[in-house]
């Protein structure tokens, strides 16, 4: 009787999750008050989810200590991206520059209306997300298997190069590029945790190696021009010495992340700008770039701004959808989903595979997001690829079995690799880093599918030499 009187209690507590959407679909007739419900509802999921007030958190291990389980750091970096930075593409519509009103500014009240149905969906879609992370969130006290080292560090430094040298022989074998990128993934993975053990260690030739590993991979972040790989080592970084140094993480990564959000987003739009033209190479494209922020002749707030209310967010791609999809045209039903599973299937068995990147384009321009013959491509996320299999029941499946798998997964390598440590912090953050960020569904399914094939792969491999053994 206890026990169903606590599975109906845990029902009704996930209810609490869809509270902020509820309120926010009722009061859609005042757009704004509307949007501002359900964008201040993410931060209430983050609160009784993260607090254990719905479900609650494993008690194998602090909190401080599963920071990397994906109730956490992809909750938080999801959502985060998804649905909190959404705020400053809506100040804009209302007539803001930043947090100042422009008086003679143009106001779309339609836009706007469309803007926080939108929000509501997110809303919506966090809710179903951080469901689906609960409902598979059930760790084992004791995993099934384990791994054995005097020095975890080394072990990770270890795993680094195995990494590299299985990423390197992986990219002369045809049709194993994908499995070369996710053990370079690894790869770099395991450097940013053997260097994040090695401090409290106190292993200064481990912690040389790891900063010498980490230091390449942040220049070549940089020279990459992409802003992810330049924000995520630092997260992870920090997530990982966050246990061992709190005070001082809680200091610096608030201070790195603004220096981030300062200089990065003028860095990256003229370093792209400079390297698609193909006249120069990366290293003096990246010259050109900080030269020029150094000299202030760029205008770091206008640029700040673009970037907060254009590439930071996605929402206004999101609204674009809702707006055309299905006024001009239908819902796509089950076709994303077929288109999906076949996007999982090999070039070498199948010679006459359509390119995935075509057919995910397809419904871009078939909606007229962008023109056939730009070269922007406009990818529809993940959620919006939710709304357009089927509105906002589209959403909520989707979303539901995203954070189910999200943590289905990390349960799994967990008890594959010896606890949380290996389990989560490497593998899962590793290979699945990807339900941090989301992609259209045919990309995602690729890569968790191929990425679950690679897991047990290294599970086989580490059983067979030895490095895993069975717990007793």
Avoid at 347 to 375: C, F, H, Y
Wanted: aromatic share 14%; hydrophobic share 50%; glycine share 8%.
């Amino acid at each position: 009787m206890s026990a169903q009187h606590t599975l109906q209690s845990s029902r009704v507590n996930y209810l609490l999750l869809y509270i902020p959407w509820f309120i926010a679909l009722l009061l859609e007739v005042h757009p704004i008050i509307s949007y501002t419900i359900a964008w201040l509802g993410s931060f209430m999921i983050f609160y009784i989810s993260m607090s254990g007030k719905v479900q609650p958190l494993p008690n194998d291990l602090p909190i401080i200590g599963q920071l990397m389980r994906p109730v956490f750091i992809t909750q938080l970096v999801f959502i985060g991206y998804l649905a909190i930075t959404s705020v400053f593409f809506f100040l804009e519509l209302n007539g803001y520059y930043y947090f100042e009103k422009q008086p003679h500014s143009d106001i779309d009240k339609s836009k706007i209306a469309l803007a926080s149905l939108c929000q509501r969906y997110y809303c919506l879609a966090h809710a179903s997300f951080t469901y689906g992370i609960l409902l598979g969130m059930k760790y084992n006290l004791k995993p099934k298997w384990t791994i054995k080292s005097f020095s975890y560090s080394s072990l990770m430094l270890k795993l680094s190069a195995g990494f590299t040298t299985l990423a390197f022989i992986s990219h002369l074998i045809p049709g194993f590029v994908q499995f070369a990128i996710k053990l370079e993934e690894l790869s770099f993975v395991s450097a940013v945790l053997s260097l994040a053990l090695a401090i409290p260690e106190g292993k200064k030739i481990s912690t040389l190696i790891s900063s010498g590993i980490f230091a390449v991979n942040m220049v070549n972040a940089f020279l990459s021009g992409w802003k992810e790989q330049i924000i995520v080592p630092l997260i992870m970084l920090g997530v990982y010495l966050y246990p061992y140094y709190k005070q001082t993480v809680t200091l610096t990564l608030p201070v790195l992340l603004a220096l981030f959000f300062i200089f990065i987003p003028t860095y990256n739009n003229i370093f792209r700008g400079i390297a698609r033209s193909g006249e120069t190479d990366s290293e003096m494209a990246a010259k050109i770039a900080i030269e020029a922020i150094r000299s202030g002749e760029e205008d770091l707030g206008s640029n700040n701004w673009k970037f907060l209310t254009g590439r930071l967010s996605e929402i206004g791609m999101f609204v674009d959808y809702v707006e055309r999809v299905p006024r001009d045209v239908d819902f796509y039903g089950l076709l994303i989903i077929k288109q999906s599973i076949e996007s999982m299937i090999p070039r070498a068995l199948w010679s006459g595979k359509p390119i995935t990147e075509e057919l995910v384009m397809q419904r871009v321009w078939d909606i007229g997001i962008v023109d056939r013959n730009s070269i922007v491509s406009a990818k529809p996320p993940l959620i919006t690829d939710g709304y357009l299999s089927g509105g906002a029941i589209g959403i909520v499946l989707l979303a539901v079995l995203l954070g189910y798998t999200a943590s289905k997964i990390s349960v799994l390598c967990e008890n594959l690799f010896g606890g949380y440590l290996i389990g989560t912090g490497l593998m899962y953050t590793g290979l699945f880093q990807i339900f941090w960020r989301g992609n259209c569904f045919e990309f995602m399914l690729n890569s968790v599918f191929w990425s679950y094939v690679l897991l047990h792969f290294l599970f086989f491999a580490g059983r067979y030499f030895g490095l895993i053994t069975r717990n007793i």
